[in-house]
């Protein structure tokens, strides 16, 4: 059964942007095991990450393109996805 985030466990840590400039940001983190998947697709990685609430179960996504480049191909691969 999922916990409620401990506030008290979040930590400022590095960010990189795009631009090569470094922060610092807030992270999530937690002693608890994290039960990620991670799927190798052909222009990128996609990161699942599970989450409950109760009994409601759903799931955040991360699209990971290989190169900046590739996030035009990803984009034309599932353009329905990304308009909704």
Do not use: C
């Not at 916990?3 to 983190?29: C, W, Y």
């Not at 409601?56 to 393109?65: E, G, W």
């Amino acid at each position: 059964m999922a916990k409620k985030f401990d506030a008290s466990r979040t930590e400022h840590k590095h960010f990189h942007l795009l631009n090569g400039q470094t922060i610092q940001v807030p992270f999530m983190t937690s002693q608890e095991p994290a039960t990620p998947s991670l799927r190798r697709l052909r222009w990128h990685k996609i990161l699942k990450i599970p989450y409950q609430n109760g009994s409601r179960q759903f799931a955040m996504y991360f699209f990971l393109p290989d190169t900046f480049h590739d996030l035009k191909n990803l984009k034309k691969s599932s353009p329905g996805f990304f308009n909704q």
